[in-house]
Structure formats: structure tokens, C-alpha cells
């Protein structure tokens, strides 16, 4: 039902930009129907620039995620496992944690140039932090009793942390995971817009800066769609991973 409503809304959406610009109320050489701008998109399909753009934005995405992510989770969990650890590095996170990662495209330009390697700086930098300060909390919420109890009984610290920190910390690391999906994807069309590194952002900009607004909206339309799609790919991989959760098995199919 849930997926119906969605769909509905978005049908409705597209009818209502193919009606403004047949109304005059805006000149469609800025807002171009919904017919012309999905057969533009098609167009693009079947071009192999179009297929290289997306590649290359989909390798930034997924590499600057990973990357995020593994970082992310093995900083968080040696932080908040070493009490003194983690508040002699509290102020230095909350002091770098607010800094736009747009911020650092000079500095990033400066040293990589209009490469991809200067927009993945970027979705590093901004995913990072997301999933370090999901896992921070993780390893909070760790029930003092279950910790009392494993150092009575002389657990491990690799122990504890494979039975007693990571089942919860877990579902705090998927989440940060998720919000991590968003951002990377947001900051590498960023950065592809802004630096000129190759994806599609770099794709839309050339487009605008020529004149060619179907294509521009065209191409807008697809990051659209990557990002619904990865975001219906974070959460089934979420409800997998998590299947095991109370937050998870409550769940109503809609």
C-alpha cells in the first residue's frame, strides 16, 4: 500500500510539471515537460558517454562509502571501547565533525586536481563521521551489567567485543550506514558538479553550461533514481542484517 501511495504521488508530481509549462506560468526552455524531459532520458540510455558518467559516479559512491563504513566502525568501536580514549578525542570530533566537507574542495583540488580522487575525499570525509558517531553511541548503550559480567568473567577484549559489543553496537552501525548511503551519494554528484571529476555530475553541469536544459533535467531525473534506488537497497540490506532485532521482527509488512 505504502509502495502504491509512493508511486501515485510520484505520477501525480510528473503530471504537474508536464501542466506548468503548457499554462505559460514558466517558459518551458527553463522547465521542459515531463514528456520531453523522460524522452530525453531515454535518449541518454542508449548513449555509452551516459553509461561511462554513471559508472564512474557509482565507483565514487561505493568506494567512498566502504571506505567510510570500515573506517567508521573500527574507529568507533576502538574509541568508545577505551573510556580515557574517548574523552580525549570527544572535543576533536565534535570540532571536526560540523566542517561542510564542500569546504575541503580546495584543498582537495589543490592536491588531486579534477579527479575522482578529490570527489571521494569528500564522500569520505562527510560519510565518516556519520558512522562513527552511530557506533560511538553503540558502544554507550552496552548494558553496564553485561560489561560488569564479562570482566568478572575474564572475557577477552576481542571477546568482548565479538559478544558483547558488536550485537550492540550493530544495529547503530547499520543505521549509520544508511544515512551514510545518502550523504556519499550527495557529495559525489557534488563534487562532480563543482570539481569537474567524471560521473554524472560533471554531466549535468557540461549540460547546463551548453544549453541543453532536457538533458540537464534528464540527467537530474536519474540521480533521483539512484538514490531511491539505494536507498531501498540500504534498507532491505538493514532488514536482513537485523532480522534478529526487536526493532526489525515488530515490523508490519506495508
Do not use: C
Not at 566502525?73 to 570530533?93: E, H, K, N, Q, Y
Not at 556519520?130 to 552496552?142: P, R, T
Amino acid at each position: 500500500m505504502r509502495f502504491l501511495l509512493g508511486l501515485i504521488g510520484l505520477i501525480g508530481f510528473g503530471a504537474l510539471l508536464e501542466l506548468v509549462p503548457a499554462t505559460g506560468l514558466i517558459p518551458d526552455r527553463y522547465l521542459p515537460p515531463t514528456s520531453r524531459i523522460l524522452a530525453t532520458a531515454a535518449d541518454e540510455v542508449a548513449d555509452a558517454r551516459f553509461w561511462n558518467a554513471l559508472l564512474d559516479t557509482l565507483i565514487t559512491w561505493g568506494l567512498g562509502l566502504g571506505i567510510a563504513v570500515a573506517g567508521g566502525v573500527a574507529v568507533g568501536v576502538l574509541i568508545g571501547s577505551v573510556p580515557l580514549l574517548r574523552a580525549a578525542t570527544a572535543s576533536t570530533i565534535e570540532f571536526l565533525r560540523p566542517i561542510p566537507s564542500v569546504a575541503l574542495i580546495p584543498l582537495a583540488v589543490l592536491l588531486y586536481g579534477s579527479t575522482i580522487t578529490s570527489t571521494l575525499i569528500l564522500v569520505v570525509y562527510a560519510s565518516f563521521w556519520q558512522v562513527l558517531v552511530q557506533v560511538l553511541h553503540g558502544v554507550a548503550d552496552v548494558d553496564p551489567v553485561a560489561r560488569d559480567t564479562a570482566a568478572v568473567y575474564r572475557l577477552g577484549r576481542w571477546a568482548t567485543v565479538r559478544y558483547l559489543i558488536w550485537p550492540t553496537t550493530l544495529p547503530y552501525a547499520v543505521t549509520g550506514f544508511r544515512l551514510a548511503a545518502s550523504v556519499a551519494l550527495i557529495l559525489a554528484i557534488t563534487g562532480e558538479l563543482i570539481i569537474g571529476s567524471p560521473g554524472l555530475g560533471k554531466e549535468i553541469a557540461v549540460a547546463q553550461e551548453s544549453g541543453a536544459v532536457p538533458q540537464m533535467y534528464a540527467l537530474v531525473v536519474v540521480t533521483g533514481l539512484i538514490g531511491v534506488a539505494a536507498n531501498l537497497l540500504t534498507r532491505t540490506a538493514e532488514r536482513r542484517v537485523l532480522a534478529w532485532h526487536p526493532s526489525v521482527r515488530g515490523e508490519v509488512p506495508a
